[in-house]
């Protein structure tokens, strides 16, 4: 019985420890994924490990009602949107190789490094006091409230700014040039 209560304090103690850096060993791989794989498809369904592992995160802070709107609207919802455009593209049109000069990817590496110094500055300026506060029943009503109310402009926006993306992508899809130019320069009509 001794050993059952020291299991227990243990595991008290350590499990969110241990499943937080089994959902970081998850999503920073599969984002990794995400930026450096060739197949956009798989880069698709690498993103939907992603949002999951998030959604994870979110269960470990014990905001049930956000990790559940982050299955529902990020690894299910725009991931699929993002594959099915994906699917509708012409893949014949593309090309294996790369038109990016060595020089441009070292000013998108500079670009990259100086926008993540500026995130981290900014977020490291600020406080963030921590609560010791339980996840009560009414905080889900106050956030549901919050969304159909102050935030529902911005939801809004984003919803016909996915709309437009999705339309776009197809039309481009869609679309069917004329004459094309191989790679070995003579057009083909």
């Known amino acids: 019985m001794e050993q059952f209560e020291l299991l227990t304090n243990w595991a008290q103690a350590n499990v969110e420890s241990f ?5 970081a060993a998850i999503a920073i ?23 999951g592992a998030i959604s994870g ?18 690894a299910v919802g725009i991931t699929l949107v993002v594959v099915i455009a994906l699917m509708l593209t012409n893949a014949r049109l593309e090309k294996e ?3 990016i000069e060595p020089t ?3 000013g998108g590496l500079l670009v990259a490094a100086l926008f ?8 490291r300026s600020e406080s963030w006091p921590v609560s010791s506060l339980q996840m009560r029943a009414d905080n889900v009503l106050q956030i549901g409230v919050a ?5 529902a402009l911005p939801f809004e926006f984003a919803s016909v700014l996915l709309l437009a993306a999705l339309m776009g992508a197809i039309l481009l899809a869609k679309s069917d040039p004329k004459e ?8 083909v009509e």
């Open 147 to 151: 969304l159909l109310t102050n935030y």
């Open 116 to 123: 993540f110094l500026t995130i981290y500055l900014a977020l």
């Open 180 to 187: 094309t130019e191989n790679v070995t320069g003579s057009l």
């Open 57 to 74: 995160l979110f269960l470990i802070l014990q905001a049930q009602f956000l990790a559940l709107a982050q299955i529902m609207i990020y």
């Open 104 to 106: 441009e990817r070292i």
């Open 29 to 51: 791989p599969c984002a990794f994924s995400v930026l450096f794989d060739r197949a956009i498809i798989r880069s698709g369904f690498f993103l939907i490990g992603v949002f």
């Open 97 to 99: 190789f790369s038109s």
């Open 19 to 23: 499943m937080l850096y089994l959902l």
